[in-house]
Structure formats: structure tokens, C-alpha cells
């Protein structure tokens, strides 16, 4: 709700918007920035792993092509905006940690610090030389299972490894018991002797002190390699959460670079304007378009999006007024309307370009929207109730800085109960909250209030009929609608026809029977006192004036003291006091 902090968003996206070339170059390069803030985290909270590393060292390996592009464009851009300039201060030099981090981590990385393999070679020539180590040891294993084979020759001889025995030599149950014969005629103190570990349904296995004091070399070197690899790795570690500051500074700024140069492509692709935001109360949006629809109905190359005005302005202006009644048939598209306007508020206070030939917003400091249908039922509200509770906190916080869209309110009970409510809701938010509002209704009735309410203004949207048929405009102007078409979209939702003809037939005696003019009649007969004065009603009748004669001799009264006469005296006397007070 800051005006400057909007307008500075908005300077940031113009920078981008102006020189397509230098979007296009910050765009590519930042698809090689990752998540700078994400790994961050990740390493702060002792979650990180190696390529957590590898994401800070890409992306702030880009800051300096970034810092290159921009200052090329800004050649042309003096003076440079000052949401560029603060995102590209911000970017700071890691070129030592850039440095550290290339050449302290391998190509192919593991998920896990434990699983080793990380670490560049030529980074640490004592883990090269533990590596180098462990590499030829399993090189020997496999030299020791060939000499095995040949010299008994069992050709299907292994050696396996599991972590209860560890490396062991497994051959068939048929060889092994050959293998155990000629080891009762092998010294004991040669060390090729086969010595029995274990028998299986199929198999035996063996070990030899050969293979024993080569499995304990091995274990050694990839121990002692694993535990300078977590060295290396605490110490990376250490390095980055030193300069842990400077490097979520640079992933807000990668972060904002980011957003400036997104909604200014947005803006160009979808032909986008930059909205004034200022701290007035204007509220006037030219061939506005709902974001939405518009992509939707251009991927499906369907019709182009209607677009159309909204002035809430003041009511000396042709068809403006802070208030809007819009009035109009089902599917011509006054929600729609409605919603376009509360989003091309929300990208306007967000910093971005909005869907409109222009724009000009004061800053609104709450939006409400009640639109839709929903209920509550585990908590025991029905769709009425649950309109009825967000209608009330509209009107219970709205200010005459925010803006309101209302939706069909009073539309889920009785026609004359939503009526009344929708009337007194269209009041008391000219009249108590004087806020910015899109009221949206099928209540026509509501029309005739446009005479007494200075600010409001009754808008419609267009339709024609042409041979028999209606064909929506999707069009808003000034000027109030006298019917809803409902049957008609129920025939085009596909009701059966007998249905139909049956709801027009009803429709017209309905029309015929009402009285012409009454909602007119009760909009000039109402009271024009102001809606902050009204007193809290004490009933549905009316408010409270204090308790009645009737009441007062009532409370007199004491029944255990009346004879059966005195009694029927008493309610003779009652029945006076209210044929006096009636006339």
C-alpha cells in the first residue's frame, strides 16, 4: 500500500520493458541461477549437502555477466532506476567463494555428504592418494578372484562383500566341499588356505588371510577417504555460513532482477500498461481485460476479449461514481467485470504492468470480494449464512480507501428478505463506508435508488436480440437492464423444453401481476437521514422506542393476588389501552 515502494517496482519492470535485448540476456543468464535462497537455508539449518554447494557457486558465478549486461543497457538508461541500482549493490563480489566452491567440488555430485565422491580430484592430495589407495584395492580384489579361479580351477568362484562378513569367496556347495578337502592338507600358516565361513542351501563360502589383510587395506583407505571428505566438507561449509549474510543479500537481488525482467516480458507479450498508483481515491481503468480469460481465449485463438472502462470517480464525470449498480442478464459477463478490476488492483499494487490501455489507481488499502457460492456445513453454515458473514465483515471494515466487489448479495433466500438486505447493503456502503464498489445484482429494484444516491451509479451490460435469440455484448455502460434472461440460459444449458415454455408462461403472469413503480415508491418514501444515526433495530418491525403501555401495566400486575373478576376487569382495561395507543 505504498505508493513509492509500488512505483519503484514498477520503475524496475519499465528498465526491462524498454531495452527487449537486455531482457532477453538477464533472462537466459538467470536460467543458470538456482535457487540462491532456498540452498541457503537449506545449509543454515545443517540440511545442506554437496549440491546445495554447487547451486550457490552457479549462481553467484553469474552475478558478474549479470552486473555486465545491465551496465551495458544503462549506457543508454541514465540515470539508471534506483530499484536496478539497489538490486545490482546488493549483488555484492563472491568471487573468492565462487573460486573455493569450483574448485573444491566434482562434476557429478551425490545427494548426501556421507556418500563421499564429491570432492574434486587435485583439490586435497592426501584424499587423492586415500583414493587412489582404496581404487587399487578393489582393483587387487579383482586380480585375487582371478588367481583363485585359476589356481582351483572353479571357474564360477566370486568374491562377494556383505556388511556381517565382509569380503568372502562363494562357490557352489558341489565345489566347496573340494575346497574343503584340499584345505585339510594346506599348512596352516600358508596364507592361501580356504578357510570354511559359512554354509548355504546352495552354496559355501570362505575366506583366506590373504583376502583378510586386503579387506582390512581397503576398509582403512575408504574410511580415513570419508572422513577427510566430511572435513572438506565442514570446512565449505563453515566458508559459505561466514559470508552467509552477504549471500542472501545477493539472492534478494538475483530474486528481484528476476521479477523485474518476468512481468516486463509478461507486459510486452500480452501488450501490458504501466498503471499510475498514487494516493488519491481515483479509481479509472480504460479498456480494461481480465487476465485470465484473455490467455485462455487466445490459446484457444477464440474471440478477442472484450475490453471495457471503469471509472469510479467523482460523479461530475459521465457516467462515473464511486458506486457502480451493474445490472444485466446471466452470462453477459458482469462477474467477470468485476473480478477483472479487483486483479488489475492487485497486479497494480504488486509492481506489475496491468491488462489495461491505462490505469490510474489510488492505493487501496483493503480489498473484499464476495462472489461466488460456498457453505460450512461441519460448522453449521448454509451458503446464505456463509454470504451473510463475509457481507458483514465488508461493511463492518471496509474504509473510503478500499475497494469492494459484491456479487448477487440477498440472491440464497426469500426474494423480498434478499431484496431488503441487498437494498440496505447498497446503502449503508454509499452512505456509512463511501467506499470505491462493484455491486453486481439481479435485483433491478435497486435501479431506483440511483435518484437519491448521489455517488451511485447504475451501469448494465449490453445485450441484443436478433430473431428471436440474445446475443451477449459483453459490454458495460451506463443505463440500468429491465430483464435477466435467465430462461434463456437455461435453454442454453440444455433444459427440456417443456420446462421452458412452461417458465415463460409463469414469468409473464408474474410480470402482469406486479406493481408497477413500487420500488420507486419505496425509494422515495424512505427517510434521507444518514446511516450513522439509525438506531439498532429491536426487532423486525421496527426499532425499539421503550416498552408500551400494555407492557408497563403488565409489570404492575401481581396474578396471585387477582380474583377470578378482577382478572377479566384486567384484561378488559388492556384491550383499551391498546385500541388508544392504535388510534
Not at 378482577?566 to 383499551?576: D, F, I, S, W
Request: with cysteine; charged share 20%.
Amino acid at each position: 500500500t505504498d505508493p513509492a515502494a509500488i512505483n519503484a517496482r514498477l520503475d524496475g519492470v519499465a528498465f526491462f520493458v524498454a531495452s527487449a535485448n537486455t531482457r532477453d540476456q538477464v533472462r537466459e543468464q538467470l536460467k543458470a541461477c538456482p535457487d540462491i535462497e532456498r540452498a541457503l537455508s537449506r545449509i543454515t539449518l545443517g540440511r545442506g549437502g554437496p549440491r546445495d554447494l554447487a547451486a550457490l557457486r552457479d549462481a553467484l558465478g553469474q552475478i558478474p555477466a549479470l552486473r555486465a549486461t545491465i551496465h551495458q543497457a544503462q549506457a543508454s538508461l541514465l540515470p539508471p532506476p534506483e530499484a536496478i541500482s539497489t538490486a545490482l549493490s546488493n549483488l555484492g563480489d563472491h568471487t573468492h567463494l565462487v573460486t573455493t566452491l569450483s574448485q573444491a567440488l566434482a562434476q557429478e555430485l551425490p545427494l548426501l555428504s556421507r556418500d563421499g565422491g564429491f570432492v574434486a580430484q587435485g583439490y586435497s592430495p592426501e584424499l587423492d592418494q586415500l583414493l587412489l589407495m582404496r581404487d587399487d584395492s578393489r582393483k587387487l580384489i579383482a586380480g585375487l578372484q582371478a588367481t583363485y579361479a585359476d589356481t582351483t580351477g572353479i571357474n564360477t568362484l566370486k568374491i562377494r562383500h556383505n556388511n556381517v562378513l565382509g569380503y568372502y569367496i562363494e562357490v557352489t556347495a558341489k565345489h566347496g566341499e573340494k575346497l574343503v578337502e584340499d584345505a585339510r592338507a594346506t599348512p596352516s600358516a600358508d596364507k592361501t588356505k580356504f578357510i570354511h565361513r559359512q554354509t548355504l542351501a546352495n552354496a559355501m563360502r570362505f575366506t583366506t588371510v590373504e583376502l583378510s589383510e586386503l579387506e582390512d587395506k581397503i576398509r582403512s583407505a575408504a574410511d580415513k577417504a570419508l572422513a577427510l571428505e566430511m572435513e572438506i566438507f565442514d570446512a565449505l561449509i563453515a566458508t559459505v555460513t561466514a559470508n552467509t549474510e552477504q549471500v542472501a543479500q545477493a539472492g534478494a537481488a538475483l530474486a528481484a532482477l528476476d521479477v523485474f525482467a518476468a512481468l516486463a516480458q509478461l507486459a510486452v507479450d500480452r501488450n501490458y500498461s504501466r498503471p499510475v498508483v498514487d494516493d488519491s481515491l481515483n479509481f479509472h481503468i480504460t479498456a480494461g481485460r481480465h487476465p485470465v480469460v484473455e490467455a485462455v481465449l487466445k490459446n484457444q485463438a477464440s474471440a478477442a476479449f472484450v475490453a471495457n472502462d471503469c471509472n469510479l470517480g467523482a460523479k461530475a464525470n459521465q457516467g462515473a461514481g464511486r458506486l457502480w449498480l451493474i445490472t444485466g442478464p446471466n452470462m453477459a459477463g458482469k462477474s467477470t467485470f468485476l473480478r477483472q478490476n479487483a486483479l488489475i488492483t492487485i497486479m497494480a499494487q504488486a509492481g506489475c504492468y496491468v491488462p489495461a490501455a491505462s490505469a490510474h489507481i489510488g492505493v487501496v488499502d483493503k480489498l473484499f470480494s464476495r462472489v461466488g457460492a460456498a457453505d460450512d456445513l461441519a460448522r453449521g453454515r448454509s451458503t446464505f449464512m456463509v454470504e451473510m458473514i463475509e457481507t458483514a465483515a465488508i461493511l463492518n471494515q471496509a474504509t473510503q480507501k478500499s475497494f469492494v466487489i459484491l456479487d448477487e448479495i440477498g440472491r440464497g433466500t426469500a426474494t423480498y428478505d434478499g431484496l431488503s438486505i441487498a437494498w440496505a447493503t447498497l446503502e449503508h456502503l454509499h452512505d456509512a463506508n463511501k467506499t470505491r464498489a462493484l455491486f453486481a445484482t439481479h435485483y433491478h429494484e435497486l435501479t431506483s435508488l440511483a435518484g437519491r444516491l448521489a455517488e451511485l451509479a447504475p451501469h448494465t451490460m449490453k445485450v441484443r436480440e436478433w430473431q428471436g435469440d440474445v446475443v451477449f455484448l459483453h459490454e458495460i455502460g451506463p443505463g440500468a437492464a429491465d430483464r435477466s434472461y435467465g430462461i434463456h440460459v437455461a435453454q442454453l444449458a440444455g433444459m427440456p423444453g417443456a420446462v421452458i415454455t412452461r417458465a415463460e408462461e409463469v414469468l409473464d403472469n408474474l410480470e402482469k401481476s406486479e406493481q408497477a413503480g413500487a420500488a420507486r415508491k419505496l425509494a422515495a418514501d424512505l427517510p434521507l437521514f444518514a446511516v450513522s444515526q439509525r438506531p439498532a433495530p429491536g426487532g423486525r418491525g421496527g426499532t425499539n422506542r421503550g416498552p408500551s403501555p400494555q407492557e408497563e401495566a403488565l409489570a404492575a400486575l401481581n396474578p396471585d393476588e387477582l380474583t377470578p373478576r378482577e382478572a377479566l376487569e384486567t384484561l378488559y382495561r388492556l384491550k383499551t389501552l391498546k385500541a388508544d395507543k392504535t388510534g
